[in-house]
């Protein structure tokens, strides 16, 4: 009970502190949405339109319009920049002192704002994709929404542990901005989010399928827009699982590591 | 004049060793920033080279048409990336630490001064590379007629104003709200706009929407604009455009800067 309410407690802190900003929120879970839909909407457009186009790679125009609308949508859940940044600088500048006297770990920490982060955009913003797609009478299947979110927040774990080791990294080279770039912009691919893998070759589709990655974005976007089975999907959790167990103990080993070779300085 | 002049390009010279020396003191991070471009660049290729599987045309091109269009967006994004984009990202965060305020009181033109202080030599690799990519593709095409090339030394100067004053333009907001950290996602979503090929455009609401990408919202004039000075017949209205347009939106950034420094609060103490 005691750790559900800690975890709690600083996920209410994630949501406080983000709606302090009030325009600044606005702009996260509104306006970017917005704007990055209304991108992806025109180009599918006018891809099929300038070439006269029925279907592509064997789906409509509406497919990818849905594609495009919920793929910028849950890639934006599906990564974290802002609390990656934070973990890798509280490691670097020695911050973290002040968390590894708290009677919480750093990881938890963590990812409890961020989850309480990312479900408080997520639910704000879901407005979204929900209005365009309802518009432009995309196809998509709305009772496959709340179990292609849960598989995203699954995701979150892992991402959060991907997170966890770049920043214990910080412990051994100070600077590791690069890391976070290089992990991001991957992922931007690995998940899907840059072009569907169904555009892809039979054979590298399925590859990035089977990995965790593409359950960031890829599996649960085609599973509402009906491009794949529940099968897929629960497939996408083992596979997380999966990733997640491996990270998990590489994450611990370089941690461990990490904080032994630390030393804590400051008032 | 003069004197003005050869200050600036001392102090740009500052900057420049500053920013080496800062780079290279990590060096790893150094090399793994490089490869990151390098992961970004051919992401942006990848989509292309994916979508001509399925189809012969996009807006127009060929691939061979695209390619050139693809490696000129990201050789001007290199060059942005490498004067300014490390300034614009942690424009925020100076302004909310009060950090902004040290760098306004420097005797030097403010917008000069918040947007070139860091110079990226991370990137200077790939400029190398998507210039080499450029001419690459440039000689994948048959009969091009490597004179047009000149007309880049009109077309990117102008094409790297819309990215330096879109940008400026929503950093500077953050000084009215304090905090607009988001801002620079819009940003991103935006410069999207960059990396298509205008032609795609031509054919939604009867080609409005392409004028609009280049006369209102000019983000055609980053690359697709250039490329068509490369690959099509000469335009002599889009050459006065793109001599006249830089002119209009630095004035226009400048106006906006002053006006947000003037309801400017200041976060430090």
Redesign the interface.
């Known amino acids: 009970m005691a750790f559900w309410r800690k975890n709690l407690a600083f996920s209410q802190l994630a949501i406080v502190t983000n709606l302090?900003?009030r325009?600044?929120?606005f702009?996260?879970a509104y306006?970017?949405p917005l704007?990055?839909v209304g991108?992806e909407i025109?180009?599918w457009?006018?891809?099929f339109?300038?070439?006269e186009?029925q279907t592509?790679?064997g789906f409509t125009k509406e497919a990818y319009l849905a594609y495009g609308v919920w793929a910028p949508f849950l890639g934006r859940v599906a990564i974290s920049w802002?609390y990656e940044s934070m973990m890798v600088e509280d490691v670097a500048s020695g911050n973290i002192n002040v968390i590894l006297t708290r009677p919480i770990s750093f990881y938890e920490y963590y990812l409890s704002q961020l989850m309480g982060y990312k479900l408080m955009t997520t639910f704000l913003s879901l407005l979204v994709p929900l209005s365009v797609s309802l518009y432009f009478k995309l196809p998509v299947q709305y009772d496959k929404i709340p179990l292609a979110l849960t598989l995203v927040f699954f995701y979150l774990f892992l991402l959060h542990t991907m997170s966890f080791i770049v920043s214990s990294i910080a412990f051994f080279?100070?600077?590791?901005?690069?890391?976070t770039?290089?992990k991001n912009?991957?992922l931007?691919?690995l998940a899907g989010e840059?072009?569907p893998f169904d555009?892809?070759?039979p054979l590298l589709k399925n590859i990035l399928i089977a990995l965790p990655f593409s359950s960031g974005v890829y599996i649960p976007v085609a599973y509402i827009t009906g491009r794949i089975d529940v099968q897929v999907v629960m497939g996408g959790f083992v596979s997380v699982a999966a990733g997640l167990f491996v990270l998990s103990i590489l994450s611990y080993l370089i941690w461990k590591k990490g904080l032994s070779e630390y030393t804590g300085t400051g008032a | 004049m003069k004197y003005l002049i050869h200050k600036y390009i001392e102090i740009y010279k500052g900057f420049f060793k500053a920013s080496l020396v800062a780079d290279l003191e990590?060096r790893?991070?150094?090399?793994?920033?490089i490869?990151?471009e390098f992961?970004?660049y051919a992401?942006q290729l990848?989509?292309y080279q994916?979508?001509y599987?399925?189809?012969k045309?996009?807006?127009?091109w060929d691939q061979k048409q695209m390619q050139v269009f693809m490696f000129l967006a990201l050789f001007v994004d290199s060059i942005y990336m490498i004067l300014w984009d490390s300034n614009f990202s942690k424009f925020n965060d100076d302004v909310r630490k009060g950090q902004l305020d040290l760098l306004l009181t420097k005797p030097v033109n403010s917008m000069f001064m918040t947007s070139s202080q860091k110079i990226s030599i991370s990137h200077i690799p790939c400029f190398f590379v998507t210039f080499s990519g450029l001419l690459w593709s440039l000689n994948q095409l048959p009969e091009f007629s490597w004179i047009k090339i000149l007309w880049l030394l009109i077309m990117i100067p102008s094409g790297l104003s819309v990215i330096f004053c879109g940008r400026f333009a929503l950093n500077s907001t953050a000084l009215l709200?304090?905090?607009?950290?988001?801002?620079q996602?819009?940003w991103y979503?935006?410069f999207?706009?960059g990396l298509?090929p205008d032609?795609?455009?031509?054919?939604?609401m009867n080609g409005a929407?392409r004028k609009i990408l280049i006369f209102i919202l000019p983000f055609a004039m980053i690359a697709s604009i250039p490329t068509r000075f490369l690959l099509d017949a000469f335009n002599p209205g889009l050459l006065i455009w793109a001599l006249i347009m830089p002119s209009i939106l630095i004035y226009l950034t400048n106006k906006y800067w002053k006006y947000c420094l003037k309801n400017y609060t200041s976060a430090s103490s």
């Not at chain 2, 045309?57 to 127009?60: E, P, V, W, Y």
């Not at chain 2, 032609?199 to 939604?204: A, D, F, P, V, W």
């Open positions: 302090e900003y325009f600044n929120f702009i996260d306006l970017q704007i990055t991108i025109l180009l457009i006018a891809i339109e300038s070439n186009l592509l790679g802002m080279i100070t600077k590791v901005r690069s890391f770039l290089i912009l991957s931007f691919v840059l072009i555009l892809m070759p | 990590f790893f991070n150094f090399f793994l920033l490869c990151a992961v970004w992401s990848v989509i994916v979508l599987r399925h189809t045309l996009i807006g127009g709200f304090t905090r607009a950290d988001f801002l996602y819009v979503s935006l999207r706009l298509r032609g795609i455009y031509s054919s939604l929407l």
